[in-house]
Each structure stands twice: as structure tokens, then as C-alpha cells.
């Protein structure tokens, strides 16, 4: 007999449903090992434009410009560079009210090997906090639920919202 339900989700799978659920149809990204799989689910889907970035507040520019142009955006990136996009989610998206989902994979929690992950692993939820940007953080098995309530969330207030993905939720089998 198999374990929980828990036991028997892929999480990029189910990151990837979530997406589709709530019809994302532009992505933007900044390379990581933990969003990897997921990226490539999103590259060979004809039906979610995906456009690599070097950093992440170009990301965030691209997003803004995605959503002006009637597509629904997502950001996918590692924590480590929210203190890259701090000012362009201030003075774009926060100013011009403009729904941005933002899937992050939390480095530095709990099992980090990478020293230099740890301390943005510990400030990235008091950041969230501090800009007013809901964050949820999911197990495998709910998150294709949490993602499509962050979009839904998202566009009712005309924020970004995040999804903080850690370190746990993608040694999930």
C-alpha cells in the first residue's frame, strides 16, 4: 500500500498544473536547478510563452509588459535575487497596480548544503513581509490549488504575490 498522497506528487508536476490552471500564458525566468524540470514542461508548451532573463528585475519588466499586453505572467526564480527586483516590484507593479505571480524557490531553509544560500533563505519571508506581498508556501500535494489561489489573489489586488518553494517541497518524490 502506498504512503500519503503527498508520496505520489511530482512537484514540478504539480507547479506546472497550477500554472495551467490559472491560465499563465507568459513566464519569465531566471535559471535554477530546483525549477529545471518545470522550465522544461513550460518550454515545450506551446501555449506559455517562456523567455529566459539574466536577472531578475528584467523578469519583472517583461512580466509588466506581458500583462499591458493582455497575457497573465509568471516570474520563476530562486530567492536569492528578490533583492534584485525589490525596485522594479516597487516602482512597476506595486505603482501601476500591475498582478504579477511570482514562483520562487526558497534556497537557504532547512537542508541547504550552500552556506552563502542561508543568509537570504532567512531574510526572504520578513522581505515579503516587508514589501506587503502575500506569500504561500505549499506542500507538493497543495500546490496546484496554492498557485492558482496566489494568481486569483494576485489579480484581485493587482499585486504580485509569491509562492515560496523550499528546499523539502522539491525532494518530494
Known amino acids: 500500500m502506498s ?6 506528487v511530482d512537484p514540478s508536476q504539480a ?28 518550454d515545450f508548451d ?8 539574466a536577472r531578475e528585475e528584467e523578469g519583472v519588466g517583461l512580466c509588466a509588459g506581458a500583462w499591458m499586453g493582455g497575457k497573465r505572467p509568471a516570474l520563476l526564480m530562486q530567492n536569492s535575487g528578490l533583492g534584485n527586483c525589490i525596485n ?14 511570482m514562483i520562487i524557490s526558497h534556497r537557504g531553509s532547512a537542508g541547504e548544503k550552500i552556506i552563502g544560500q542561508v543568509p537570504m533563505g532567512r531574510l ?3 522581505i515579503l513581509q516587508a514589501m506587503d506581498i502575500p506569500a504561500f508556501s505549499p506542500a ?8 492558482f ?17 523550499d528546499l523539502k517541497f522539491w525532494r518530494s518524490p
Not at 27 to 39: E, G, K, M, T
Open 3 to 8: 504512503g500519503s498522497a503527498e508520496d505520489t
Open 140 to 147: 507538493a500535494a497543495e500546490a496546484e490549488d496554492a498557485i
Open 149 to 165: 489561489s496566489a494568481w486569483e489573489l494576485s489579480l484581485e489586488s493587482r499585486r504580485p504575490v509569491a509562492v515560496l518553494l
Open 46 to 53: 506551446p501555449g506559455i510563452a517562456h523567455v529566459p532573463v
Open 15 to 42: 507547479v506546472y498544473c497550477g500554472l495551467k490552471r490559472a491560465k499563465v500564458d507568459f513566464a519569465a525566468s531566471v535559471p535554477c536547478v530546483n525549477l529545471q524540470r518545470l522550465l522544461n514542461m513550460i
Open 88 to 101: 522594479a516590484l516597487a516602482s512597476l507593479d506595486f505603482l501601476y497596480q500591475i498582478p504579477l505571480l
Open 124 to 126: 526572504t519571508p520578513r
